[in-house]
């Protein structure tokens, strides 16, 4: 039986075995609110994987129990499928139920591909909070393949951002390798807490790594706990991050594969100029924080009024537009094009030629209408896109 925390987590001990001693838990990878992260070692290949254990409430809930569905879609097309894309989603390698005592459910755990840290901490490790040119567009490209792959499975990941597009484990890929390291830096407990602090897996790349050496970069995009199917109703409400947020889950005037492709030219904003393409605020008693986030969506793709195709399909039009396609509470609108956007930022290297390619491929992300937004595999060969790995 598993001893938990008070919020719910598993909290194994060191070299505690699971799935009755096939899988040997070696230290914690990282922890968010409704799963931790354990690197295992698996007995049967000898090998080292990632365990996923959920929170014993999220082990209870569709959305993150409806993850191991999608992972097991991904992992049955890609035994079978030649496509680049699956080479940057995670493989399931097992699953099962962790016991508790007086709990039926028990903790759910993921067997998975083990990888190092995030596209995330890297942009913030650089002091301009940006990545040089040559590293966005390789990122960019592999995420797109990624979800070309997810979504010809039907799959919508609605959370794609920098935190959940992690490096490989390249720098590991032989098990003595990762036995050396692990020798050498063993796992630590917390003094004051006792619970096992998060030590994840480091890899080789800096936020100043050479354009050459880049090159040698691969990511995969992880976490399905907030996905849905592309073809039915999605079952959560509020998905994506605030920053992220697709113009039609603000109006509720659609959904579908689009919402991952808008958060892929915000993302590559973030990339280039280390900002957030979007960063609404409250008005108070003059506009609402949704009012706000659709105002500077209307700026920075210039259309000082709202597409009516999608105003006449939206559910919360009427709570934010008139009949002509006006914010009713930010009359003014002050267009910026997304050139001019990151041009403020002066972020050393990025060139004219850069800035106006990036800004070109991510208007085609974020078209206000979400059917008439480019696919993944269109933005493949957009020449944005296209120079990834051209060194």
């Not at 992690?166 to 830096?185: G, I």
């Not at 096992?196 to 050479?210: E, I, Y």
């Not at 039009?317 to 008139?322: I, L, V």
């Not at 030629?353 to 491929?361: C, H, V």
Request: charge should be negative; hydrophobic fraction near 40%.
């Amino acid at each position: 039986m598993s001893k938990i925390t008070s919020d719910r987590h598993f909290l194994p001990k060191f070299d505690q075995t699971l799935k009755d001693g096939r899988y040997t838990i070696l230290r914690k990878l990282g922890e968010g609110v409704t799963a931790s992260t354990w690197l295992v070692r698996d007995s049967i290949p000898e090998k080292y994987v990632a365990a996923k254990i959920l929170t014993l409430e999220a082990s209870r809930e569709p959305g993150p129990v409806r993850e191991r569905d999608f992972l097991r879609a991904i992992s049955e097309r890609a035994e079978t499928s030649d496509a680049e894309g699956f080479d940057h989603l995670p493989a399931l390698y097992d699953n099962f139920t962790i016991a508790v005592d007086g709990d039926v459910h028990g903790h759910l755990c993921l067997l998975q591909t083990l990888y190092s840290t995030s596209v995330s901490a890297l942009r913030r490790s650089a002091p301009t909070k940006s990545l040089p040119v040559y590293m966005v567009r390789s990122i960019i490209y592999m995420t797109l393949q990624a979800l070309k792959s997810l979504h010809s499975l039907r799959i919508v990941h609605t959370d794609v951002k920098l935190d959940n597009v992690l490096f490989s484990n390249a720098r590991f890929s032989v098990d003595k390798d990762l036995d050396d390291y692990l020798a050498a830096q063993p796992a630590e407990m917390d003094s004051e807490t006792g619970v096992a602090k998060a030590q994840p897996l480091p890899h080789s790349w800096g936020h100043d790594t050479n354009a050459h050496e880049a090159e040698k970069m691969t990511i995969a995009l992880i976490d399905y706990g907030h996905g849905e199917w592309a073809d039915k109703e999605p079952e959560a409400e509020g998905f994506c991050a605030l920053a992220l947020r697709p113009p039609e889950i603000l109006l509720s005037s659609g959904f579908g594969t689009a919402v991952d492709i808008w958060a892929v030219g915000c993302l590559t904003f973030e990339l280039m100029v280390g900002r957030w393409l979007f960063n609404p605020e409250d008005g108070g008693e003059d506009w609402s924080l949704e009012e706000d986030h659709l105002a500077k969506m209307m700026e920075l793709t210039g259309q000082t009024r709202f597409p009516q195709p999608v105003l006449d399909r939206a559910r919360l039009s009427e709570k934010y537009f008139d009949n002509k396609g006006n914010l009713l509470h930010i009359p003014e609108l002050i267009p910026v094009p997304i050139e001019q956007a990151m041009s403020n930022y002066a972020i050393p290297g990025l060139t004219e030629e850069d800035i106006n390619e990036g800004a070109d491929f991510i208007r085609a992300c974020l078209h206000l209408d979400h059917t008439q937004r480019k696919s993944a595999e269109e933005l493949l060969k957009h020449p944005f896109a296209m120079k990834a790995f051209s060194c």
